[in-house]
């Protein structure tokens, strides 16, 4: 059997990278598209072009989701049997500071390679995965499924919503196999260091190194239901592989707070830690000492936030046999070991 090509946007990001190993080790063909950068921005991929087995199996492009003639082009010639669009404008807070660029590269990025899959007659060929994410549903019930009603509170929510229903049309207008992966937070070792989970693990282990005395944090009482990018960008390739294309939510159907968060973090080294004061004057104090290790800066709150996500991904597992592996607390643990490491 002739060997099967995906080609990632995203390739340089947090997923993009997981999904690039997992891939390969499916003996996948990877086409990576990703951004020009006036530095390296490749950091999450060298293992591939290191490994001379591996870096035959991975072929990079230049390209960006902004960019209507470069997408189409790239899919002209790679014509892939699976895309996976994980680029994006992906940092929720940022979103509000460039709306319009994150409506640009997250709405109509999406839109552009649908586009270019009709214009090229690749429908029968080409499957399609659009990133989606758990912050379409904004402030609304909870758990969140497949059927809650989408309220977004953020530019780059909104700009994913359009995505959502761009890729629910093109699948219903003209039969492509394109579905929305719903996914709920979920991190690593690989984790951009300004999402809270990857800046609260780094902040501890140089608090531990005695780099730093103390970080801040912005809303302490937000919940999310982490899970684990390994365990995740699995599932991406599971709804291509679906009988008939469906939209999914991915997540562990648990939410801890950001504050709940940091207390794990600080359990890694041995560390108790209680909070005193209310609202912009909380902090976090080491229990045995007294020394503060967490305060709070309000340039960290959005003007509007989600207060807690909670996903019910029955339908992931009933018809994916989709599960998480990893749980809350092996989660910190790893990301708690892997900055430990790097930070020397
Ligand atoms: P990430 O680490 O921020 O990676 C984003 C990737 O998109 C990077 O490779 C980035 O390139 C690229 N990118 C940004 N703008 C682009 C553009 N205009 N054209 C082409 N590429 C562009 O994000 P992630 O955590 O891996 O998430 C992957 C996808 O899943 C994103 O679409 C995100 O919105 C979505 N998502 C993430 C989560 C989560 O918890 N991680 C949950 C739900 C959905 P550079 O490296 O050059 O910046
Ligand atoms: O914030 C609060 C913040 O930026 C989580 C993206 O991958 O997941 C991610 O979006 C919560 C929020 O992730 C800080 O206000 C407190 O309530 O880590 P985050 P996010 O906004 O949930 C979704 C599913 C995506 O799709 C996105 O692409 O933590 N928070 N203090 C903070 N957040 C940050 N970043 N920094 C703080 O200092």
Redesign the pocket.
Known sequence: MPRKTALITGVTGQDGSYLTDFLIKKGYKIIGVKRRSSSFNTKRIDHIYNDIKQSKNFIPYYGDLTDSSNILRIIQSTKPDEIYNLG?Q????TSFEIPEYSANADALGTLRILEAIRVLKLQKKTKFYQAS???IFGNTEIPQNERTPFRPRSP?AIS?LYAYWTTVNYREAYDIFAVNGI???HEGPRRGE????R?ITRAVSEIYRKKRKFF?????N?K?DWGSAKDYVESMWLMLKAKTPSDYVISTGKSYS?KKFVEEAFKYINIKISWKGKGLKEIGVNKKTGEVYVRVDPV???PT??DE?RGDSSKARRELKWRPKTTFQELVSEMMKSDLKEIK
Request: glycine letters at 4%; a positive charge; charged letters at 20%.
């Open positions: 994006a992906s940092h929720v807070h994410t758990s912050e780059y994913k996914l709920f937070n300004t999402f809270v989970s800046k801040t944090l912005g809303n302490l937000a999310r950001v960290y709150f959005r936030d989600v996500l």
